[in-house]
T-cell receptor, first 115, second 112 residues
Framework: GAVVSQHPSWVICKSGTSVKIECRSL??????MFWYRQFPKQSLMLMAT?????????EQGVEKDKFLINHASLTLSTLTVTSAHPEDSSFYICSARTGGYVVQYFGPGTRLTVT | DQQVKQNSPSLSVQEGRISILNCDYT??????FLWYKKYPAEGPTFLIS?????DKNEDGRFTVFLNKSAKHLSLHIVPSQPGDSAVYFC???????????FGPGTRLSVLP
């Protein structure tokens, strides 16, 4: 159990375009979802936290207008990178947890390359 | 300022021996800790957790020790297997599971 999927696993887009990444909890209801970013050989950096039906809470330094997060249902959250630039190229990972449980279950990640 | 530190970026261990991965933290308010394993181009996989009311938690080959006075935790893997080769992250949170802070990770290589 506790499977989280992400789609797509790899995406290439041109500068100035937008790209949407989906995160789904497949076998549990994710009351809270998290979006992380990982640079090469670095740790996971939390970008934002979203609770189902609420606006996302962004970490300091993360542009909410650039990284749009929607947690529309208990099994789906989306991250849209708007007006992408090459510096947005990174590995984006989502995680989810349910109810009062502490452990976050991670998706496989999405590699975004902006050309 | 890093609140969660993993001072060894890499560690090599012979198959069958013990692997010890260390993690130090600075925030005394942290009350819950997790270890994750991550393979390249994949999301982290949960390994084991420990709350601040305990000093040890064991699950199969994995044992986590917590020393609150030293603000230090360690993950022991016995015996180490080649499939354990991965990057290991420790993560800490306060308020029992609110947002976690991840350490920078330690790359473990288990040599056959």
């Amino acid at each position: 159990g506790a499977v989280v999927s992400q789609h797509p696993s790899w995406v290439i887009c041109k500068s100035g375009t937008s790209v949407k990444i989906e995160c789904r909890s497949l076998d549990f209801q994710a009351t809270t979802m998290f979006w992380y970013r990982q640079f090469p050989k670095q740790s996971l950096m939390l970008m934002a936290t979203s609770n189902e039906g609420s606006k996302a809470t962004y970490e300091q330094g993360v542009e909410k207008d650039k990284f749009l997060i929607n947690h529309a249902s208990l099994t789906l959250s989306t991250l849209t990178v708007t007006s992408a630039h090459p510096e947005d190229s990174s590995f984006y990972i989502c995680s989810a947890r349910t109810g009062g449980y502490v452990v976050q279950y991670f998706g496989p990640g999405t590699r975004l390359t902006v050309t | 300022d890093q609140q969660v530190k993993q001072n060894s970026p890499s560690l090599s261990v012979q198959e069958g021996r013990i692997s010890i991965l260390n993690c130090d933290y600075t925030n005394s308010m942290f009350d819950y800790f997790l270890w994750y394993k991550k393979y390249p181009a994949e999301g982290p996989t949960f390994l084991i957790s420990i709350s601040s009311i305990k000093d040890k938690n064991e699950d199969g080959r994995f044992t986590v020790f917590l020393n609150k006075s030293a603000k230090h935790l360690s993950l022991h893997i016995v015996p180490s297997q080649p499939g354990d080769s991965a990057v290991y992250f420790c993560a800490a949170s306060y308020n029992y599971g609110q947002n976690f802070v991840f350490g920078p990770g330690t790359r473990l290589s288990v040599l056959p």
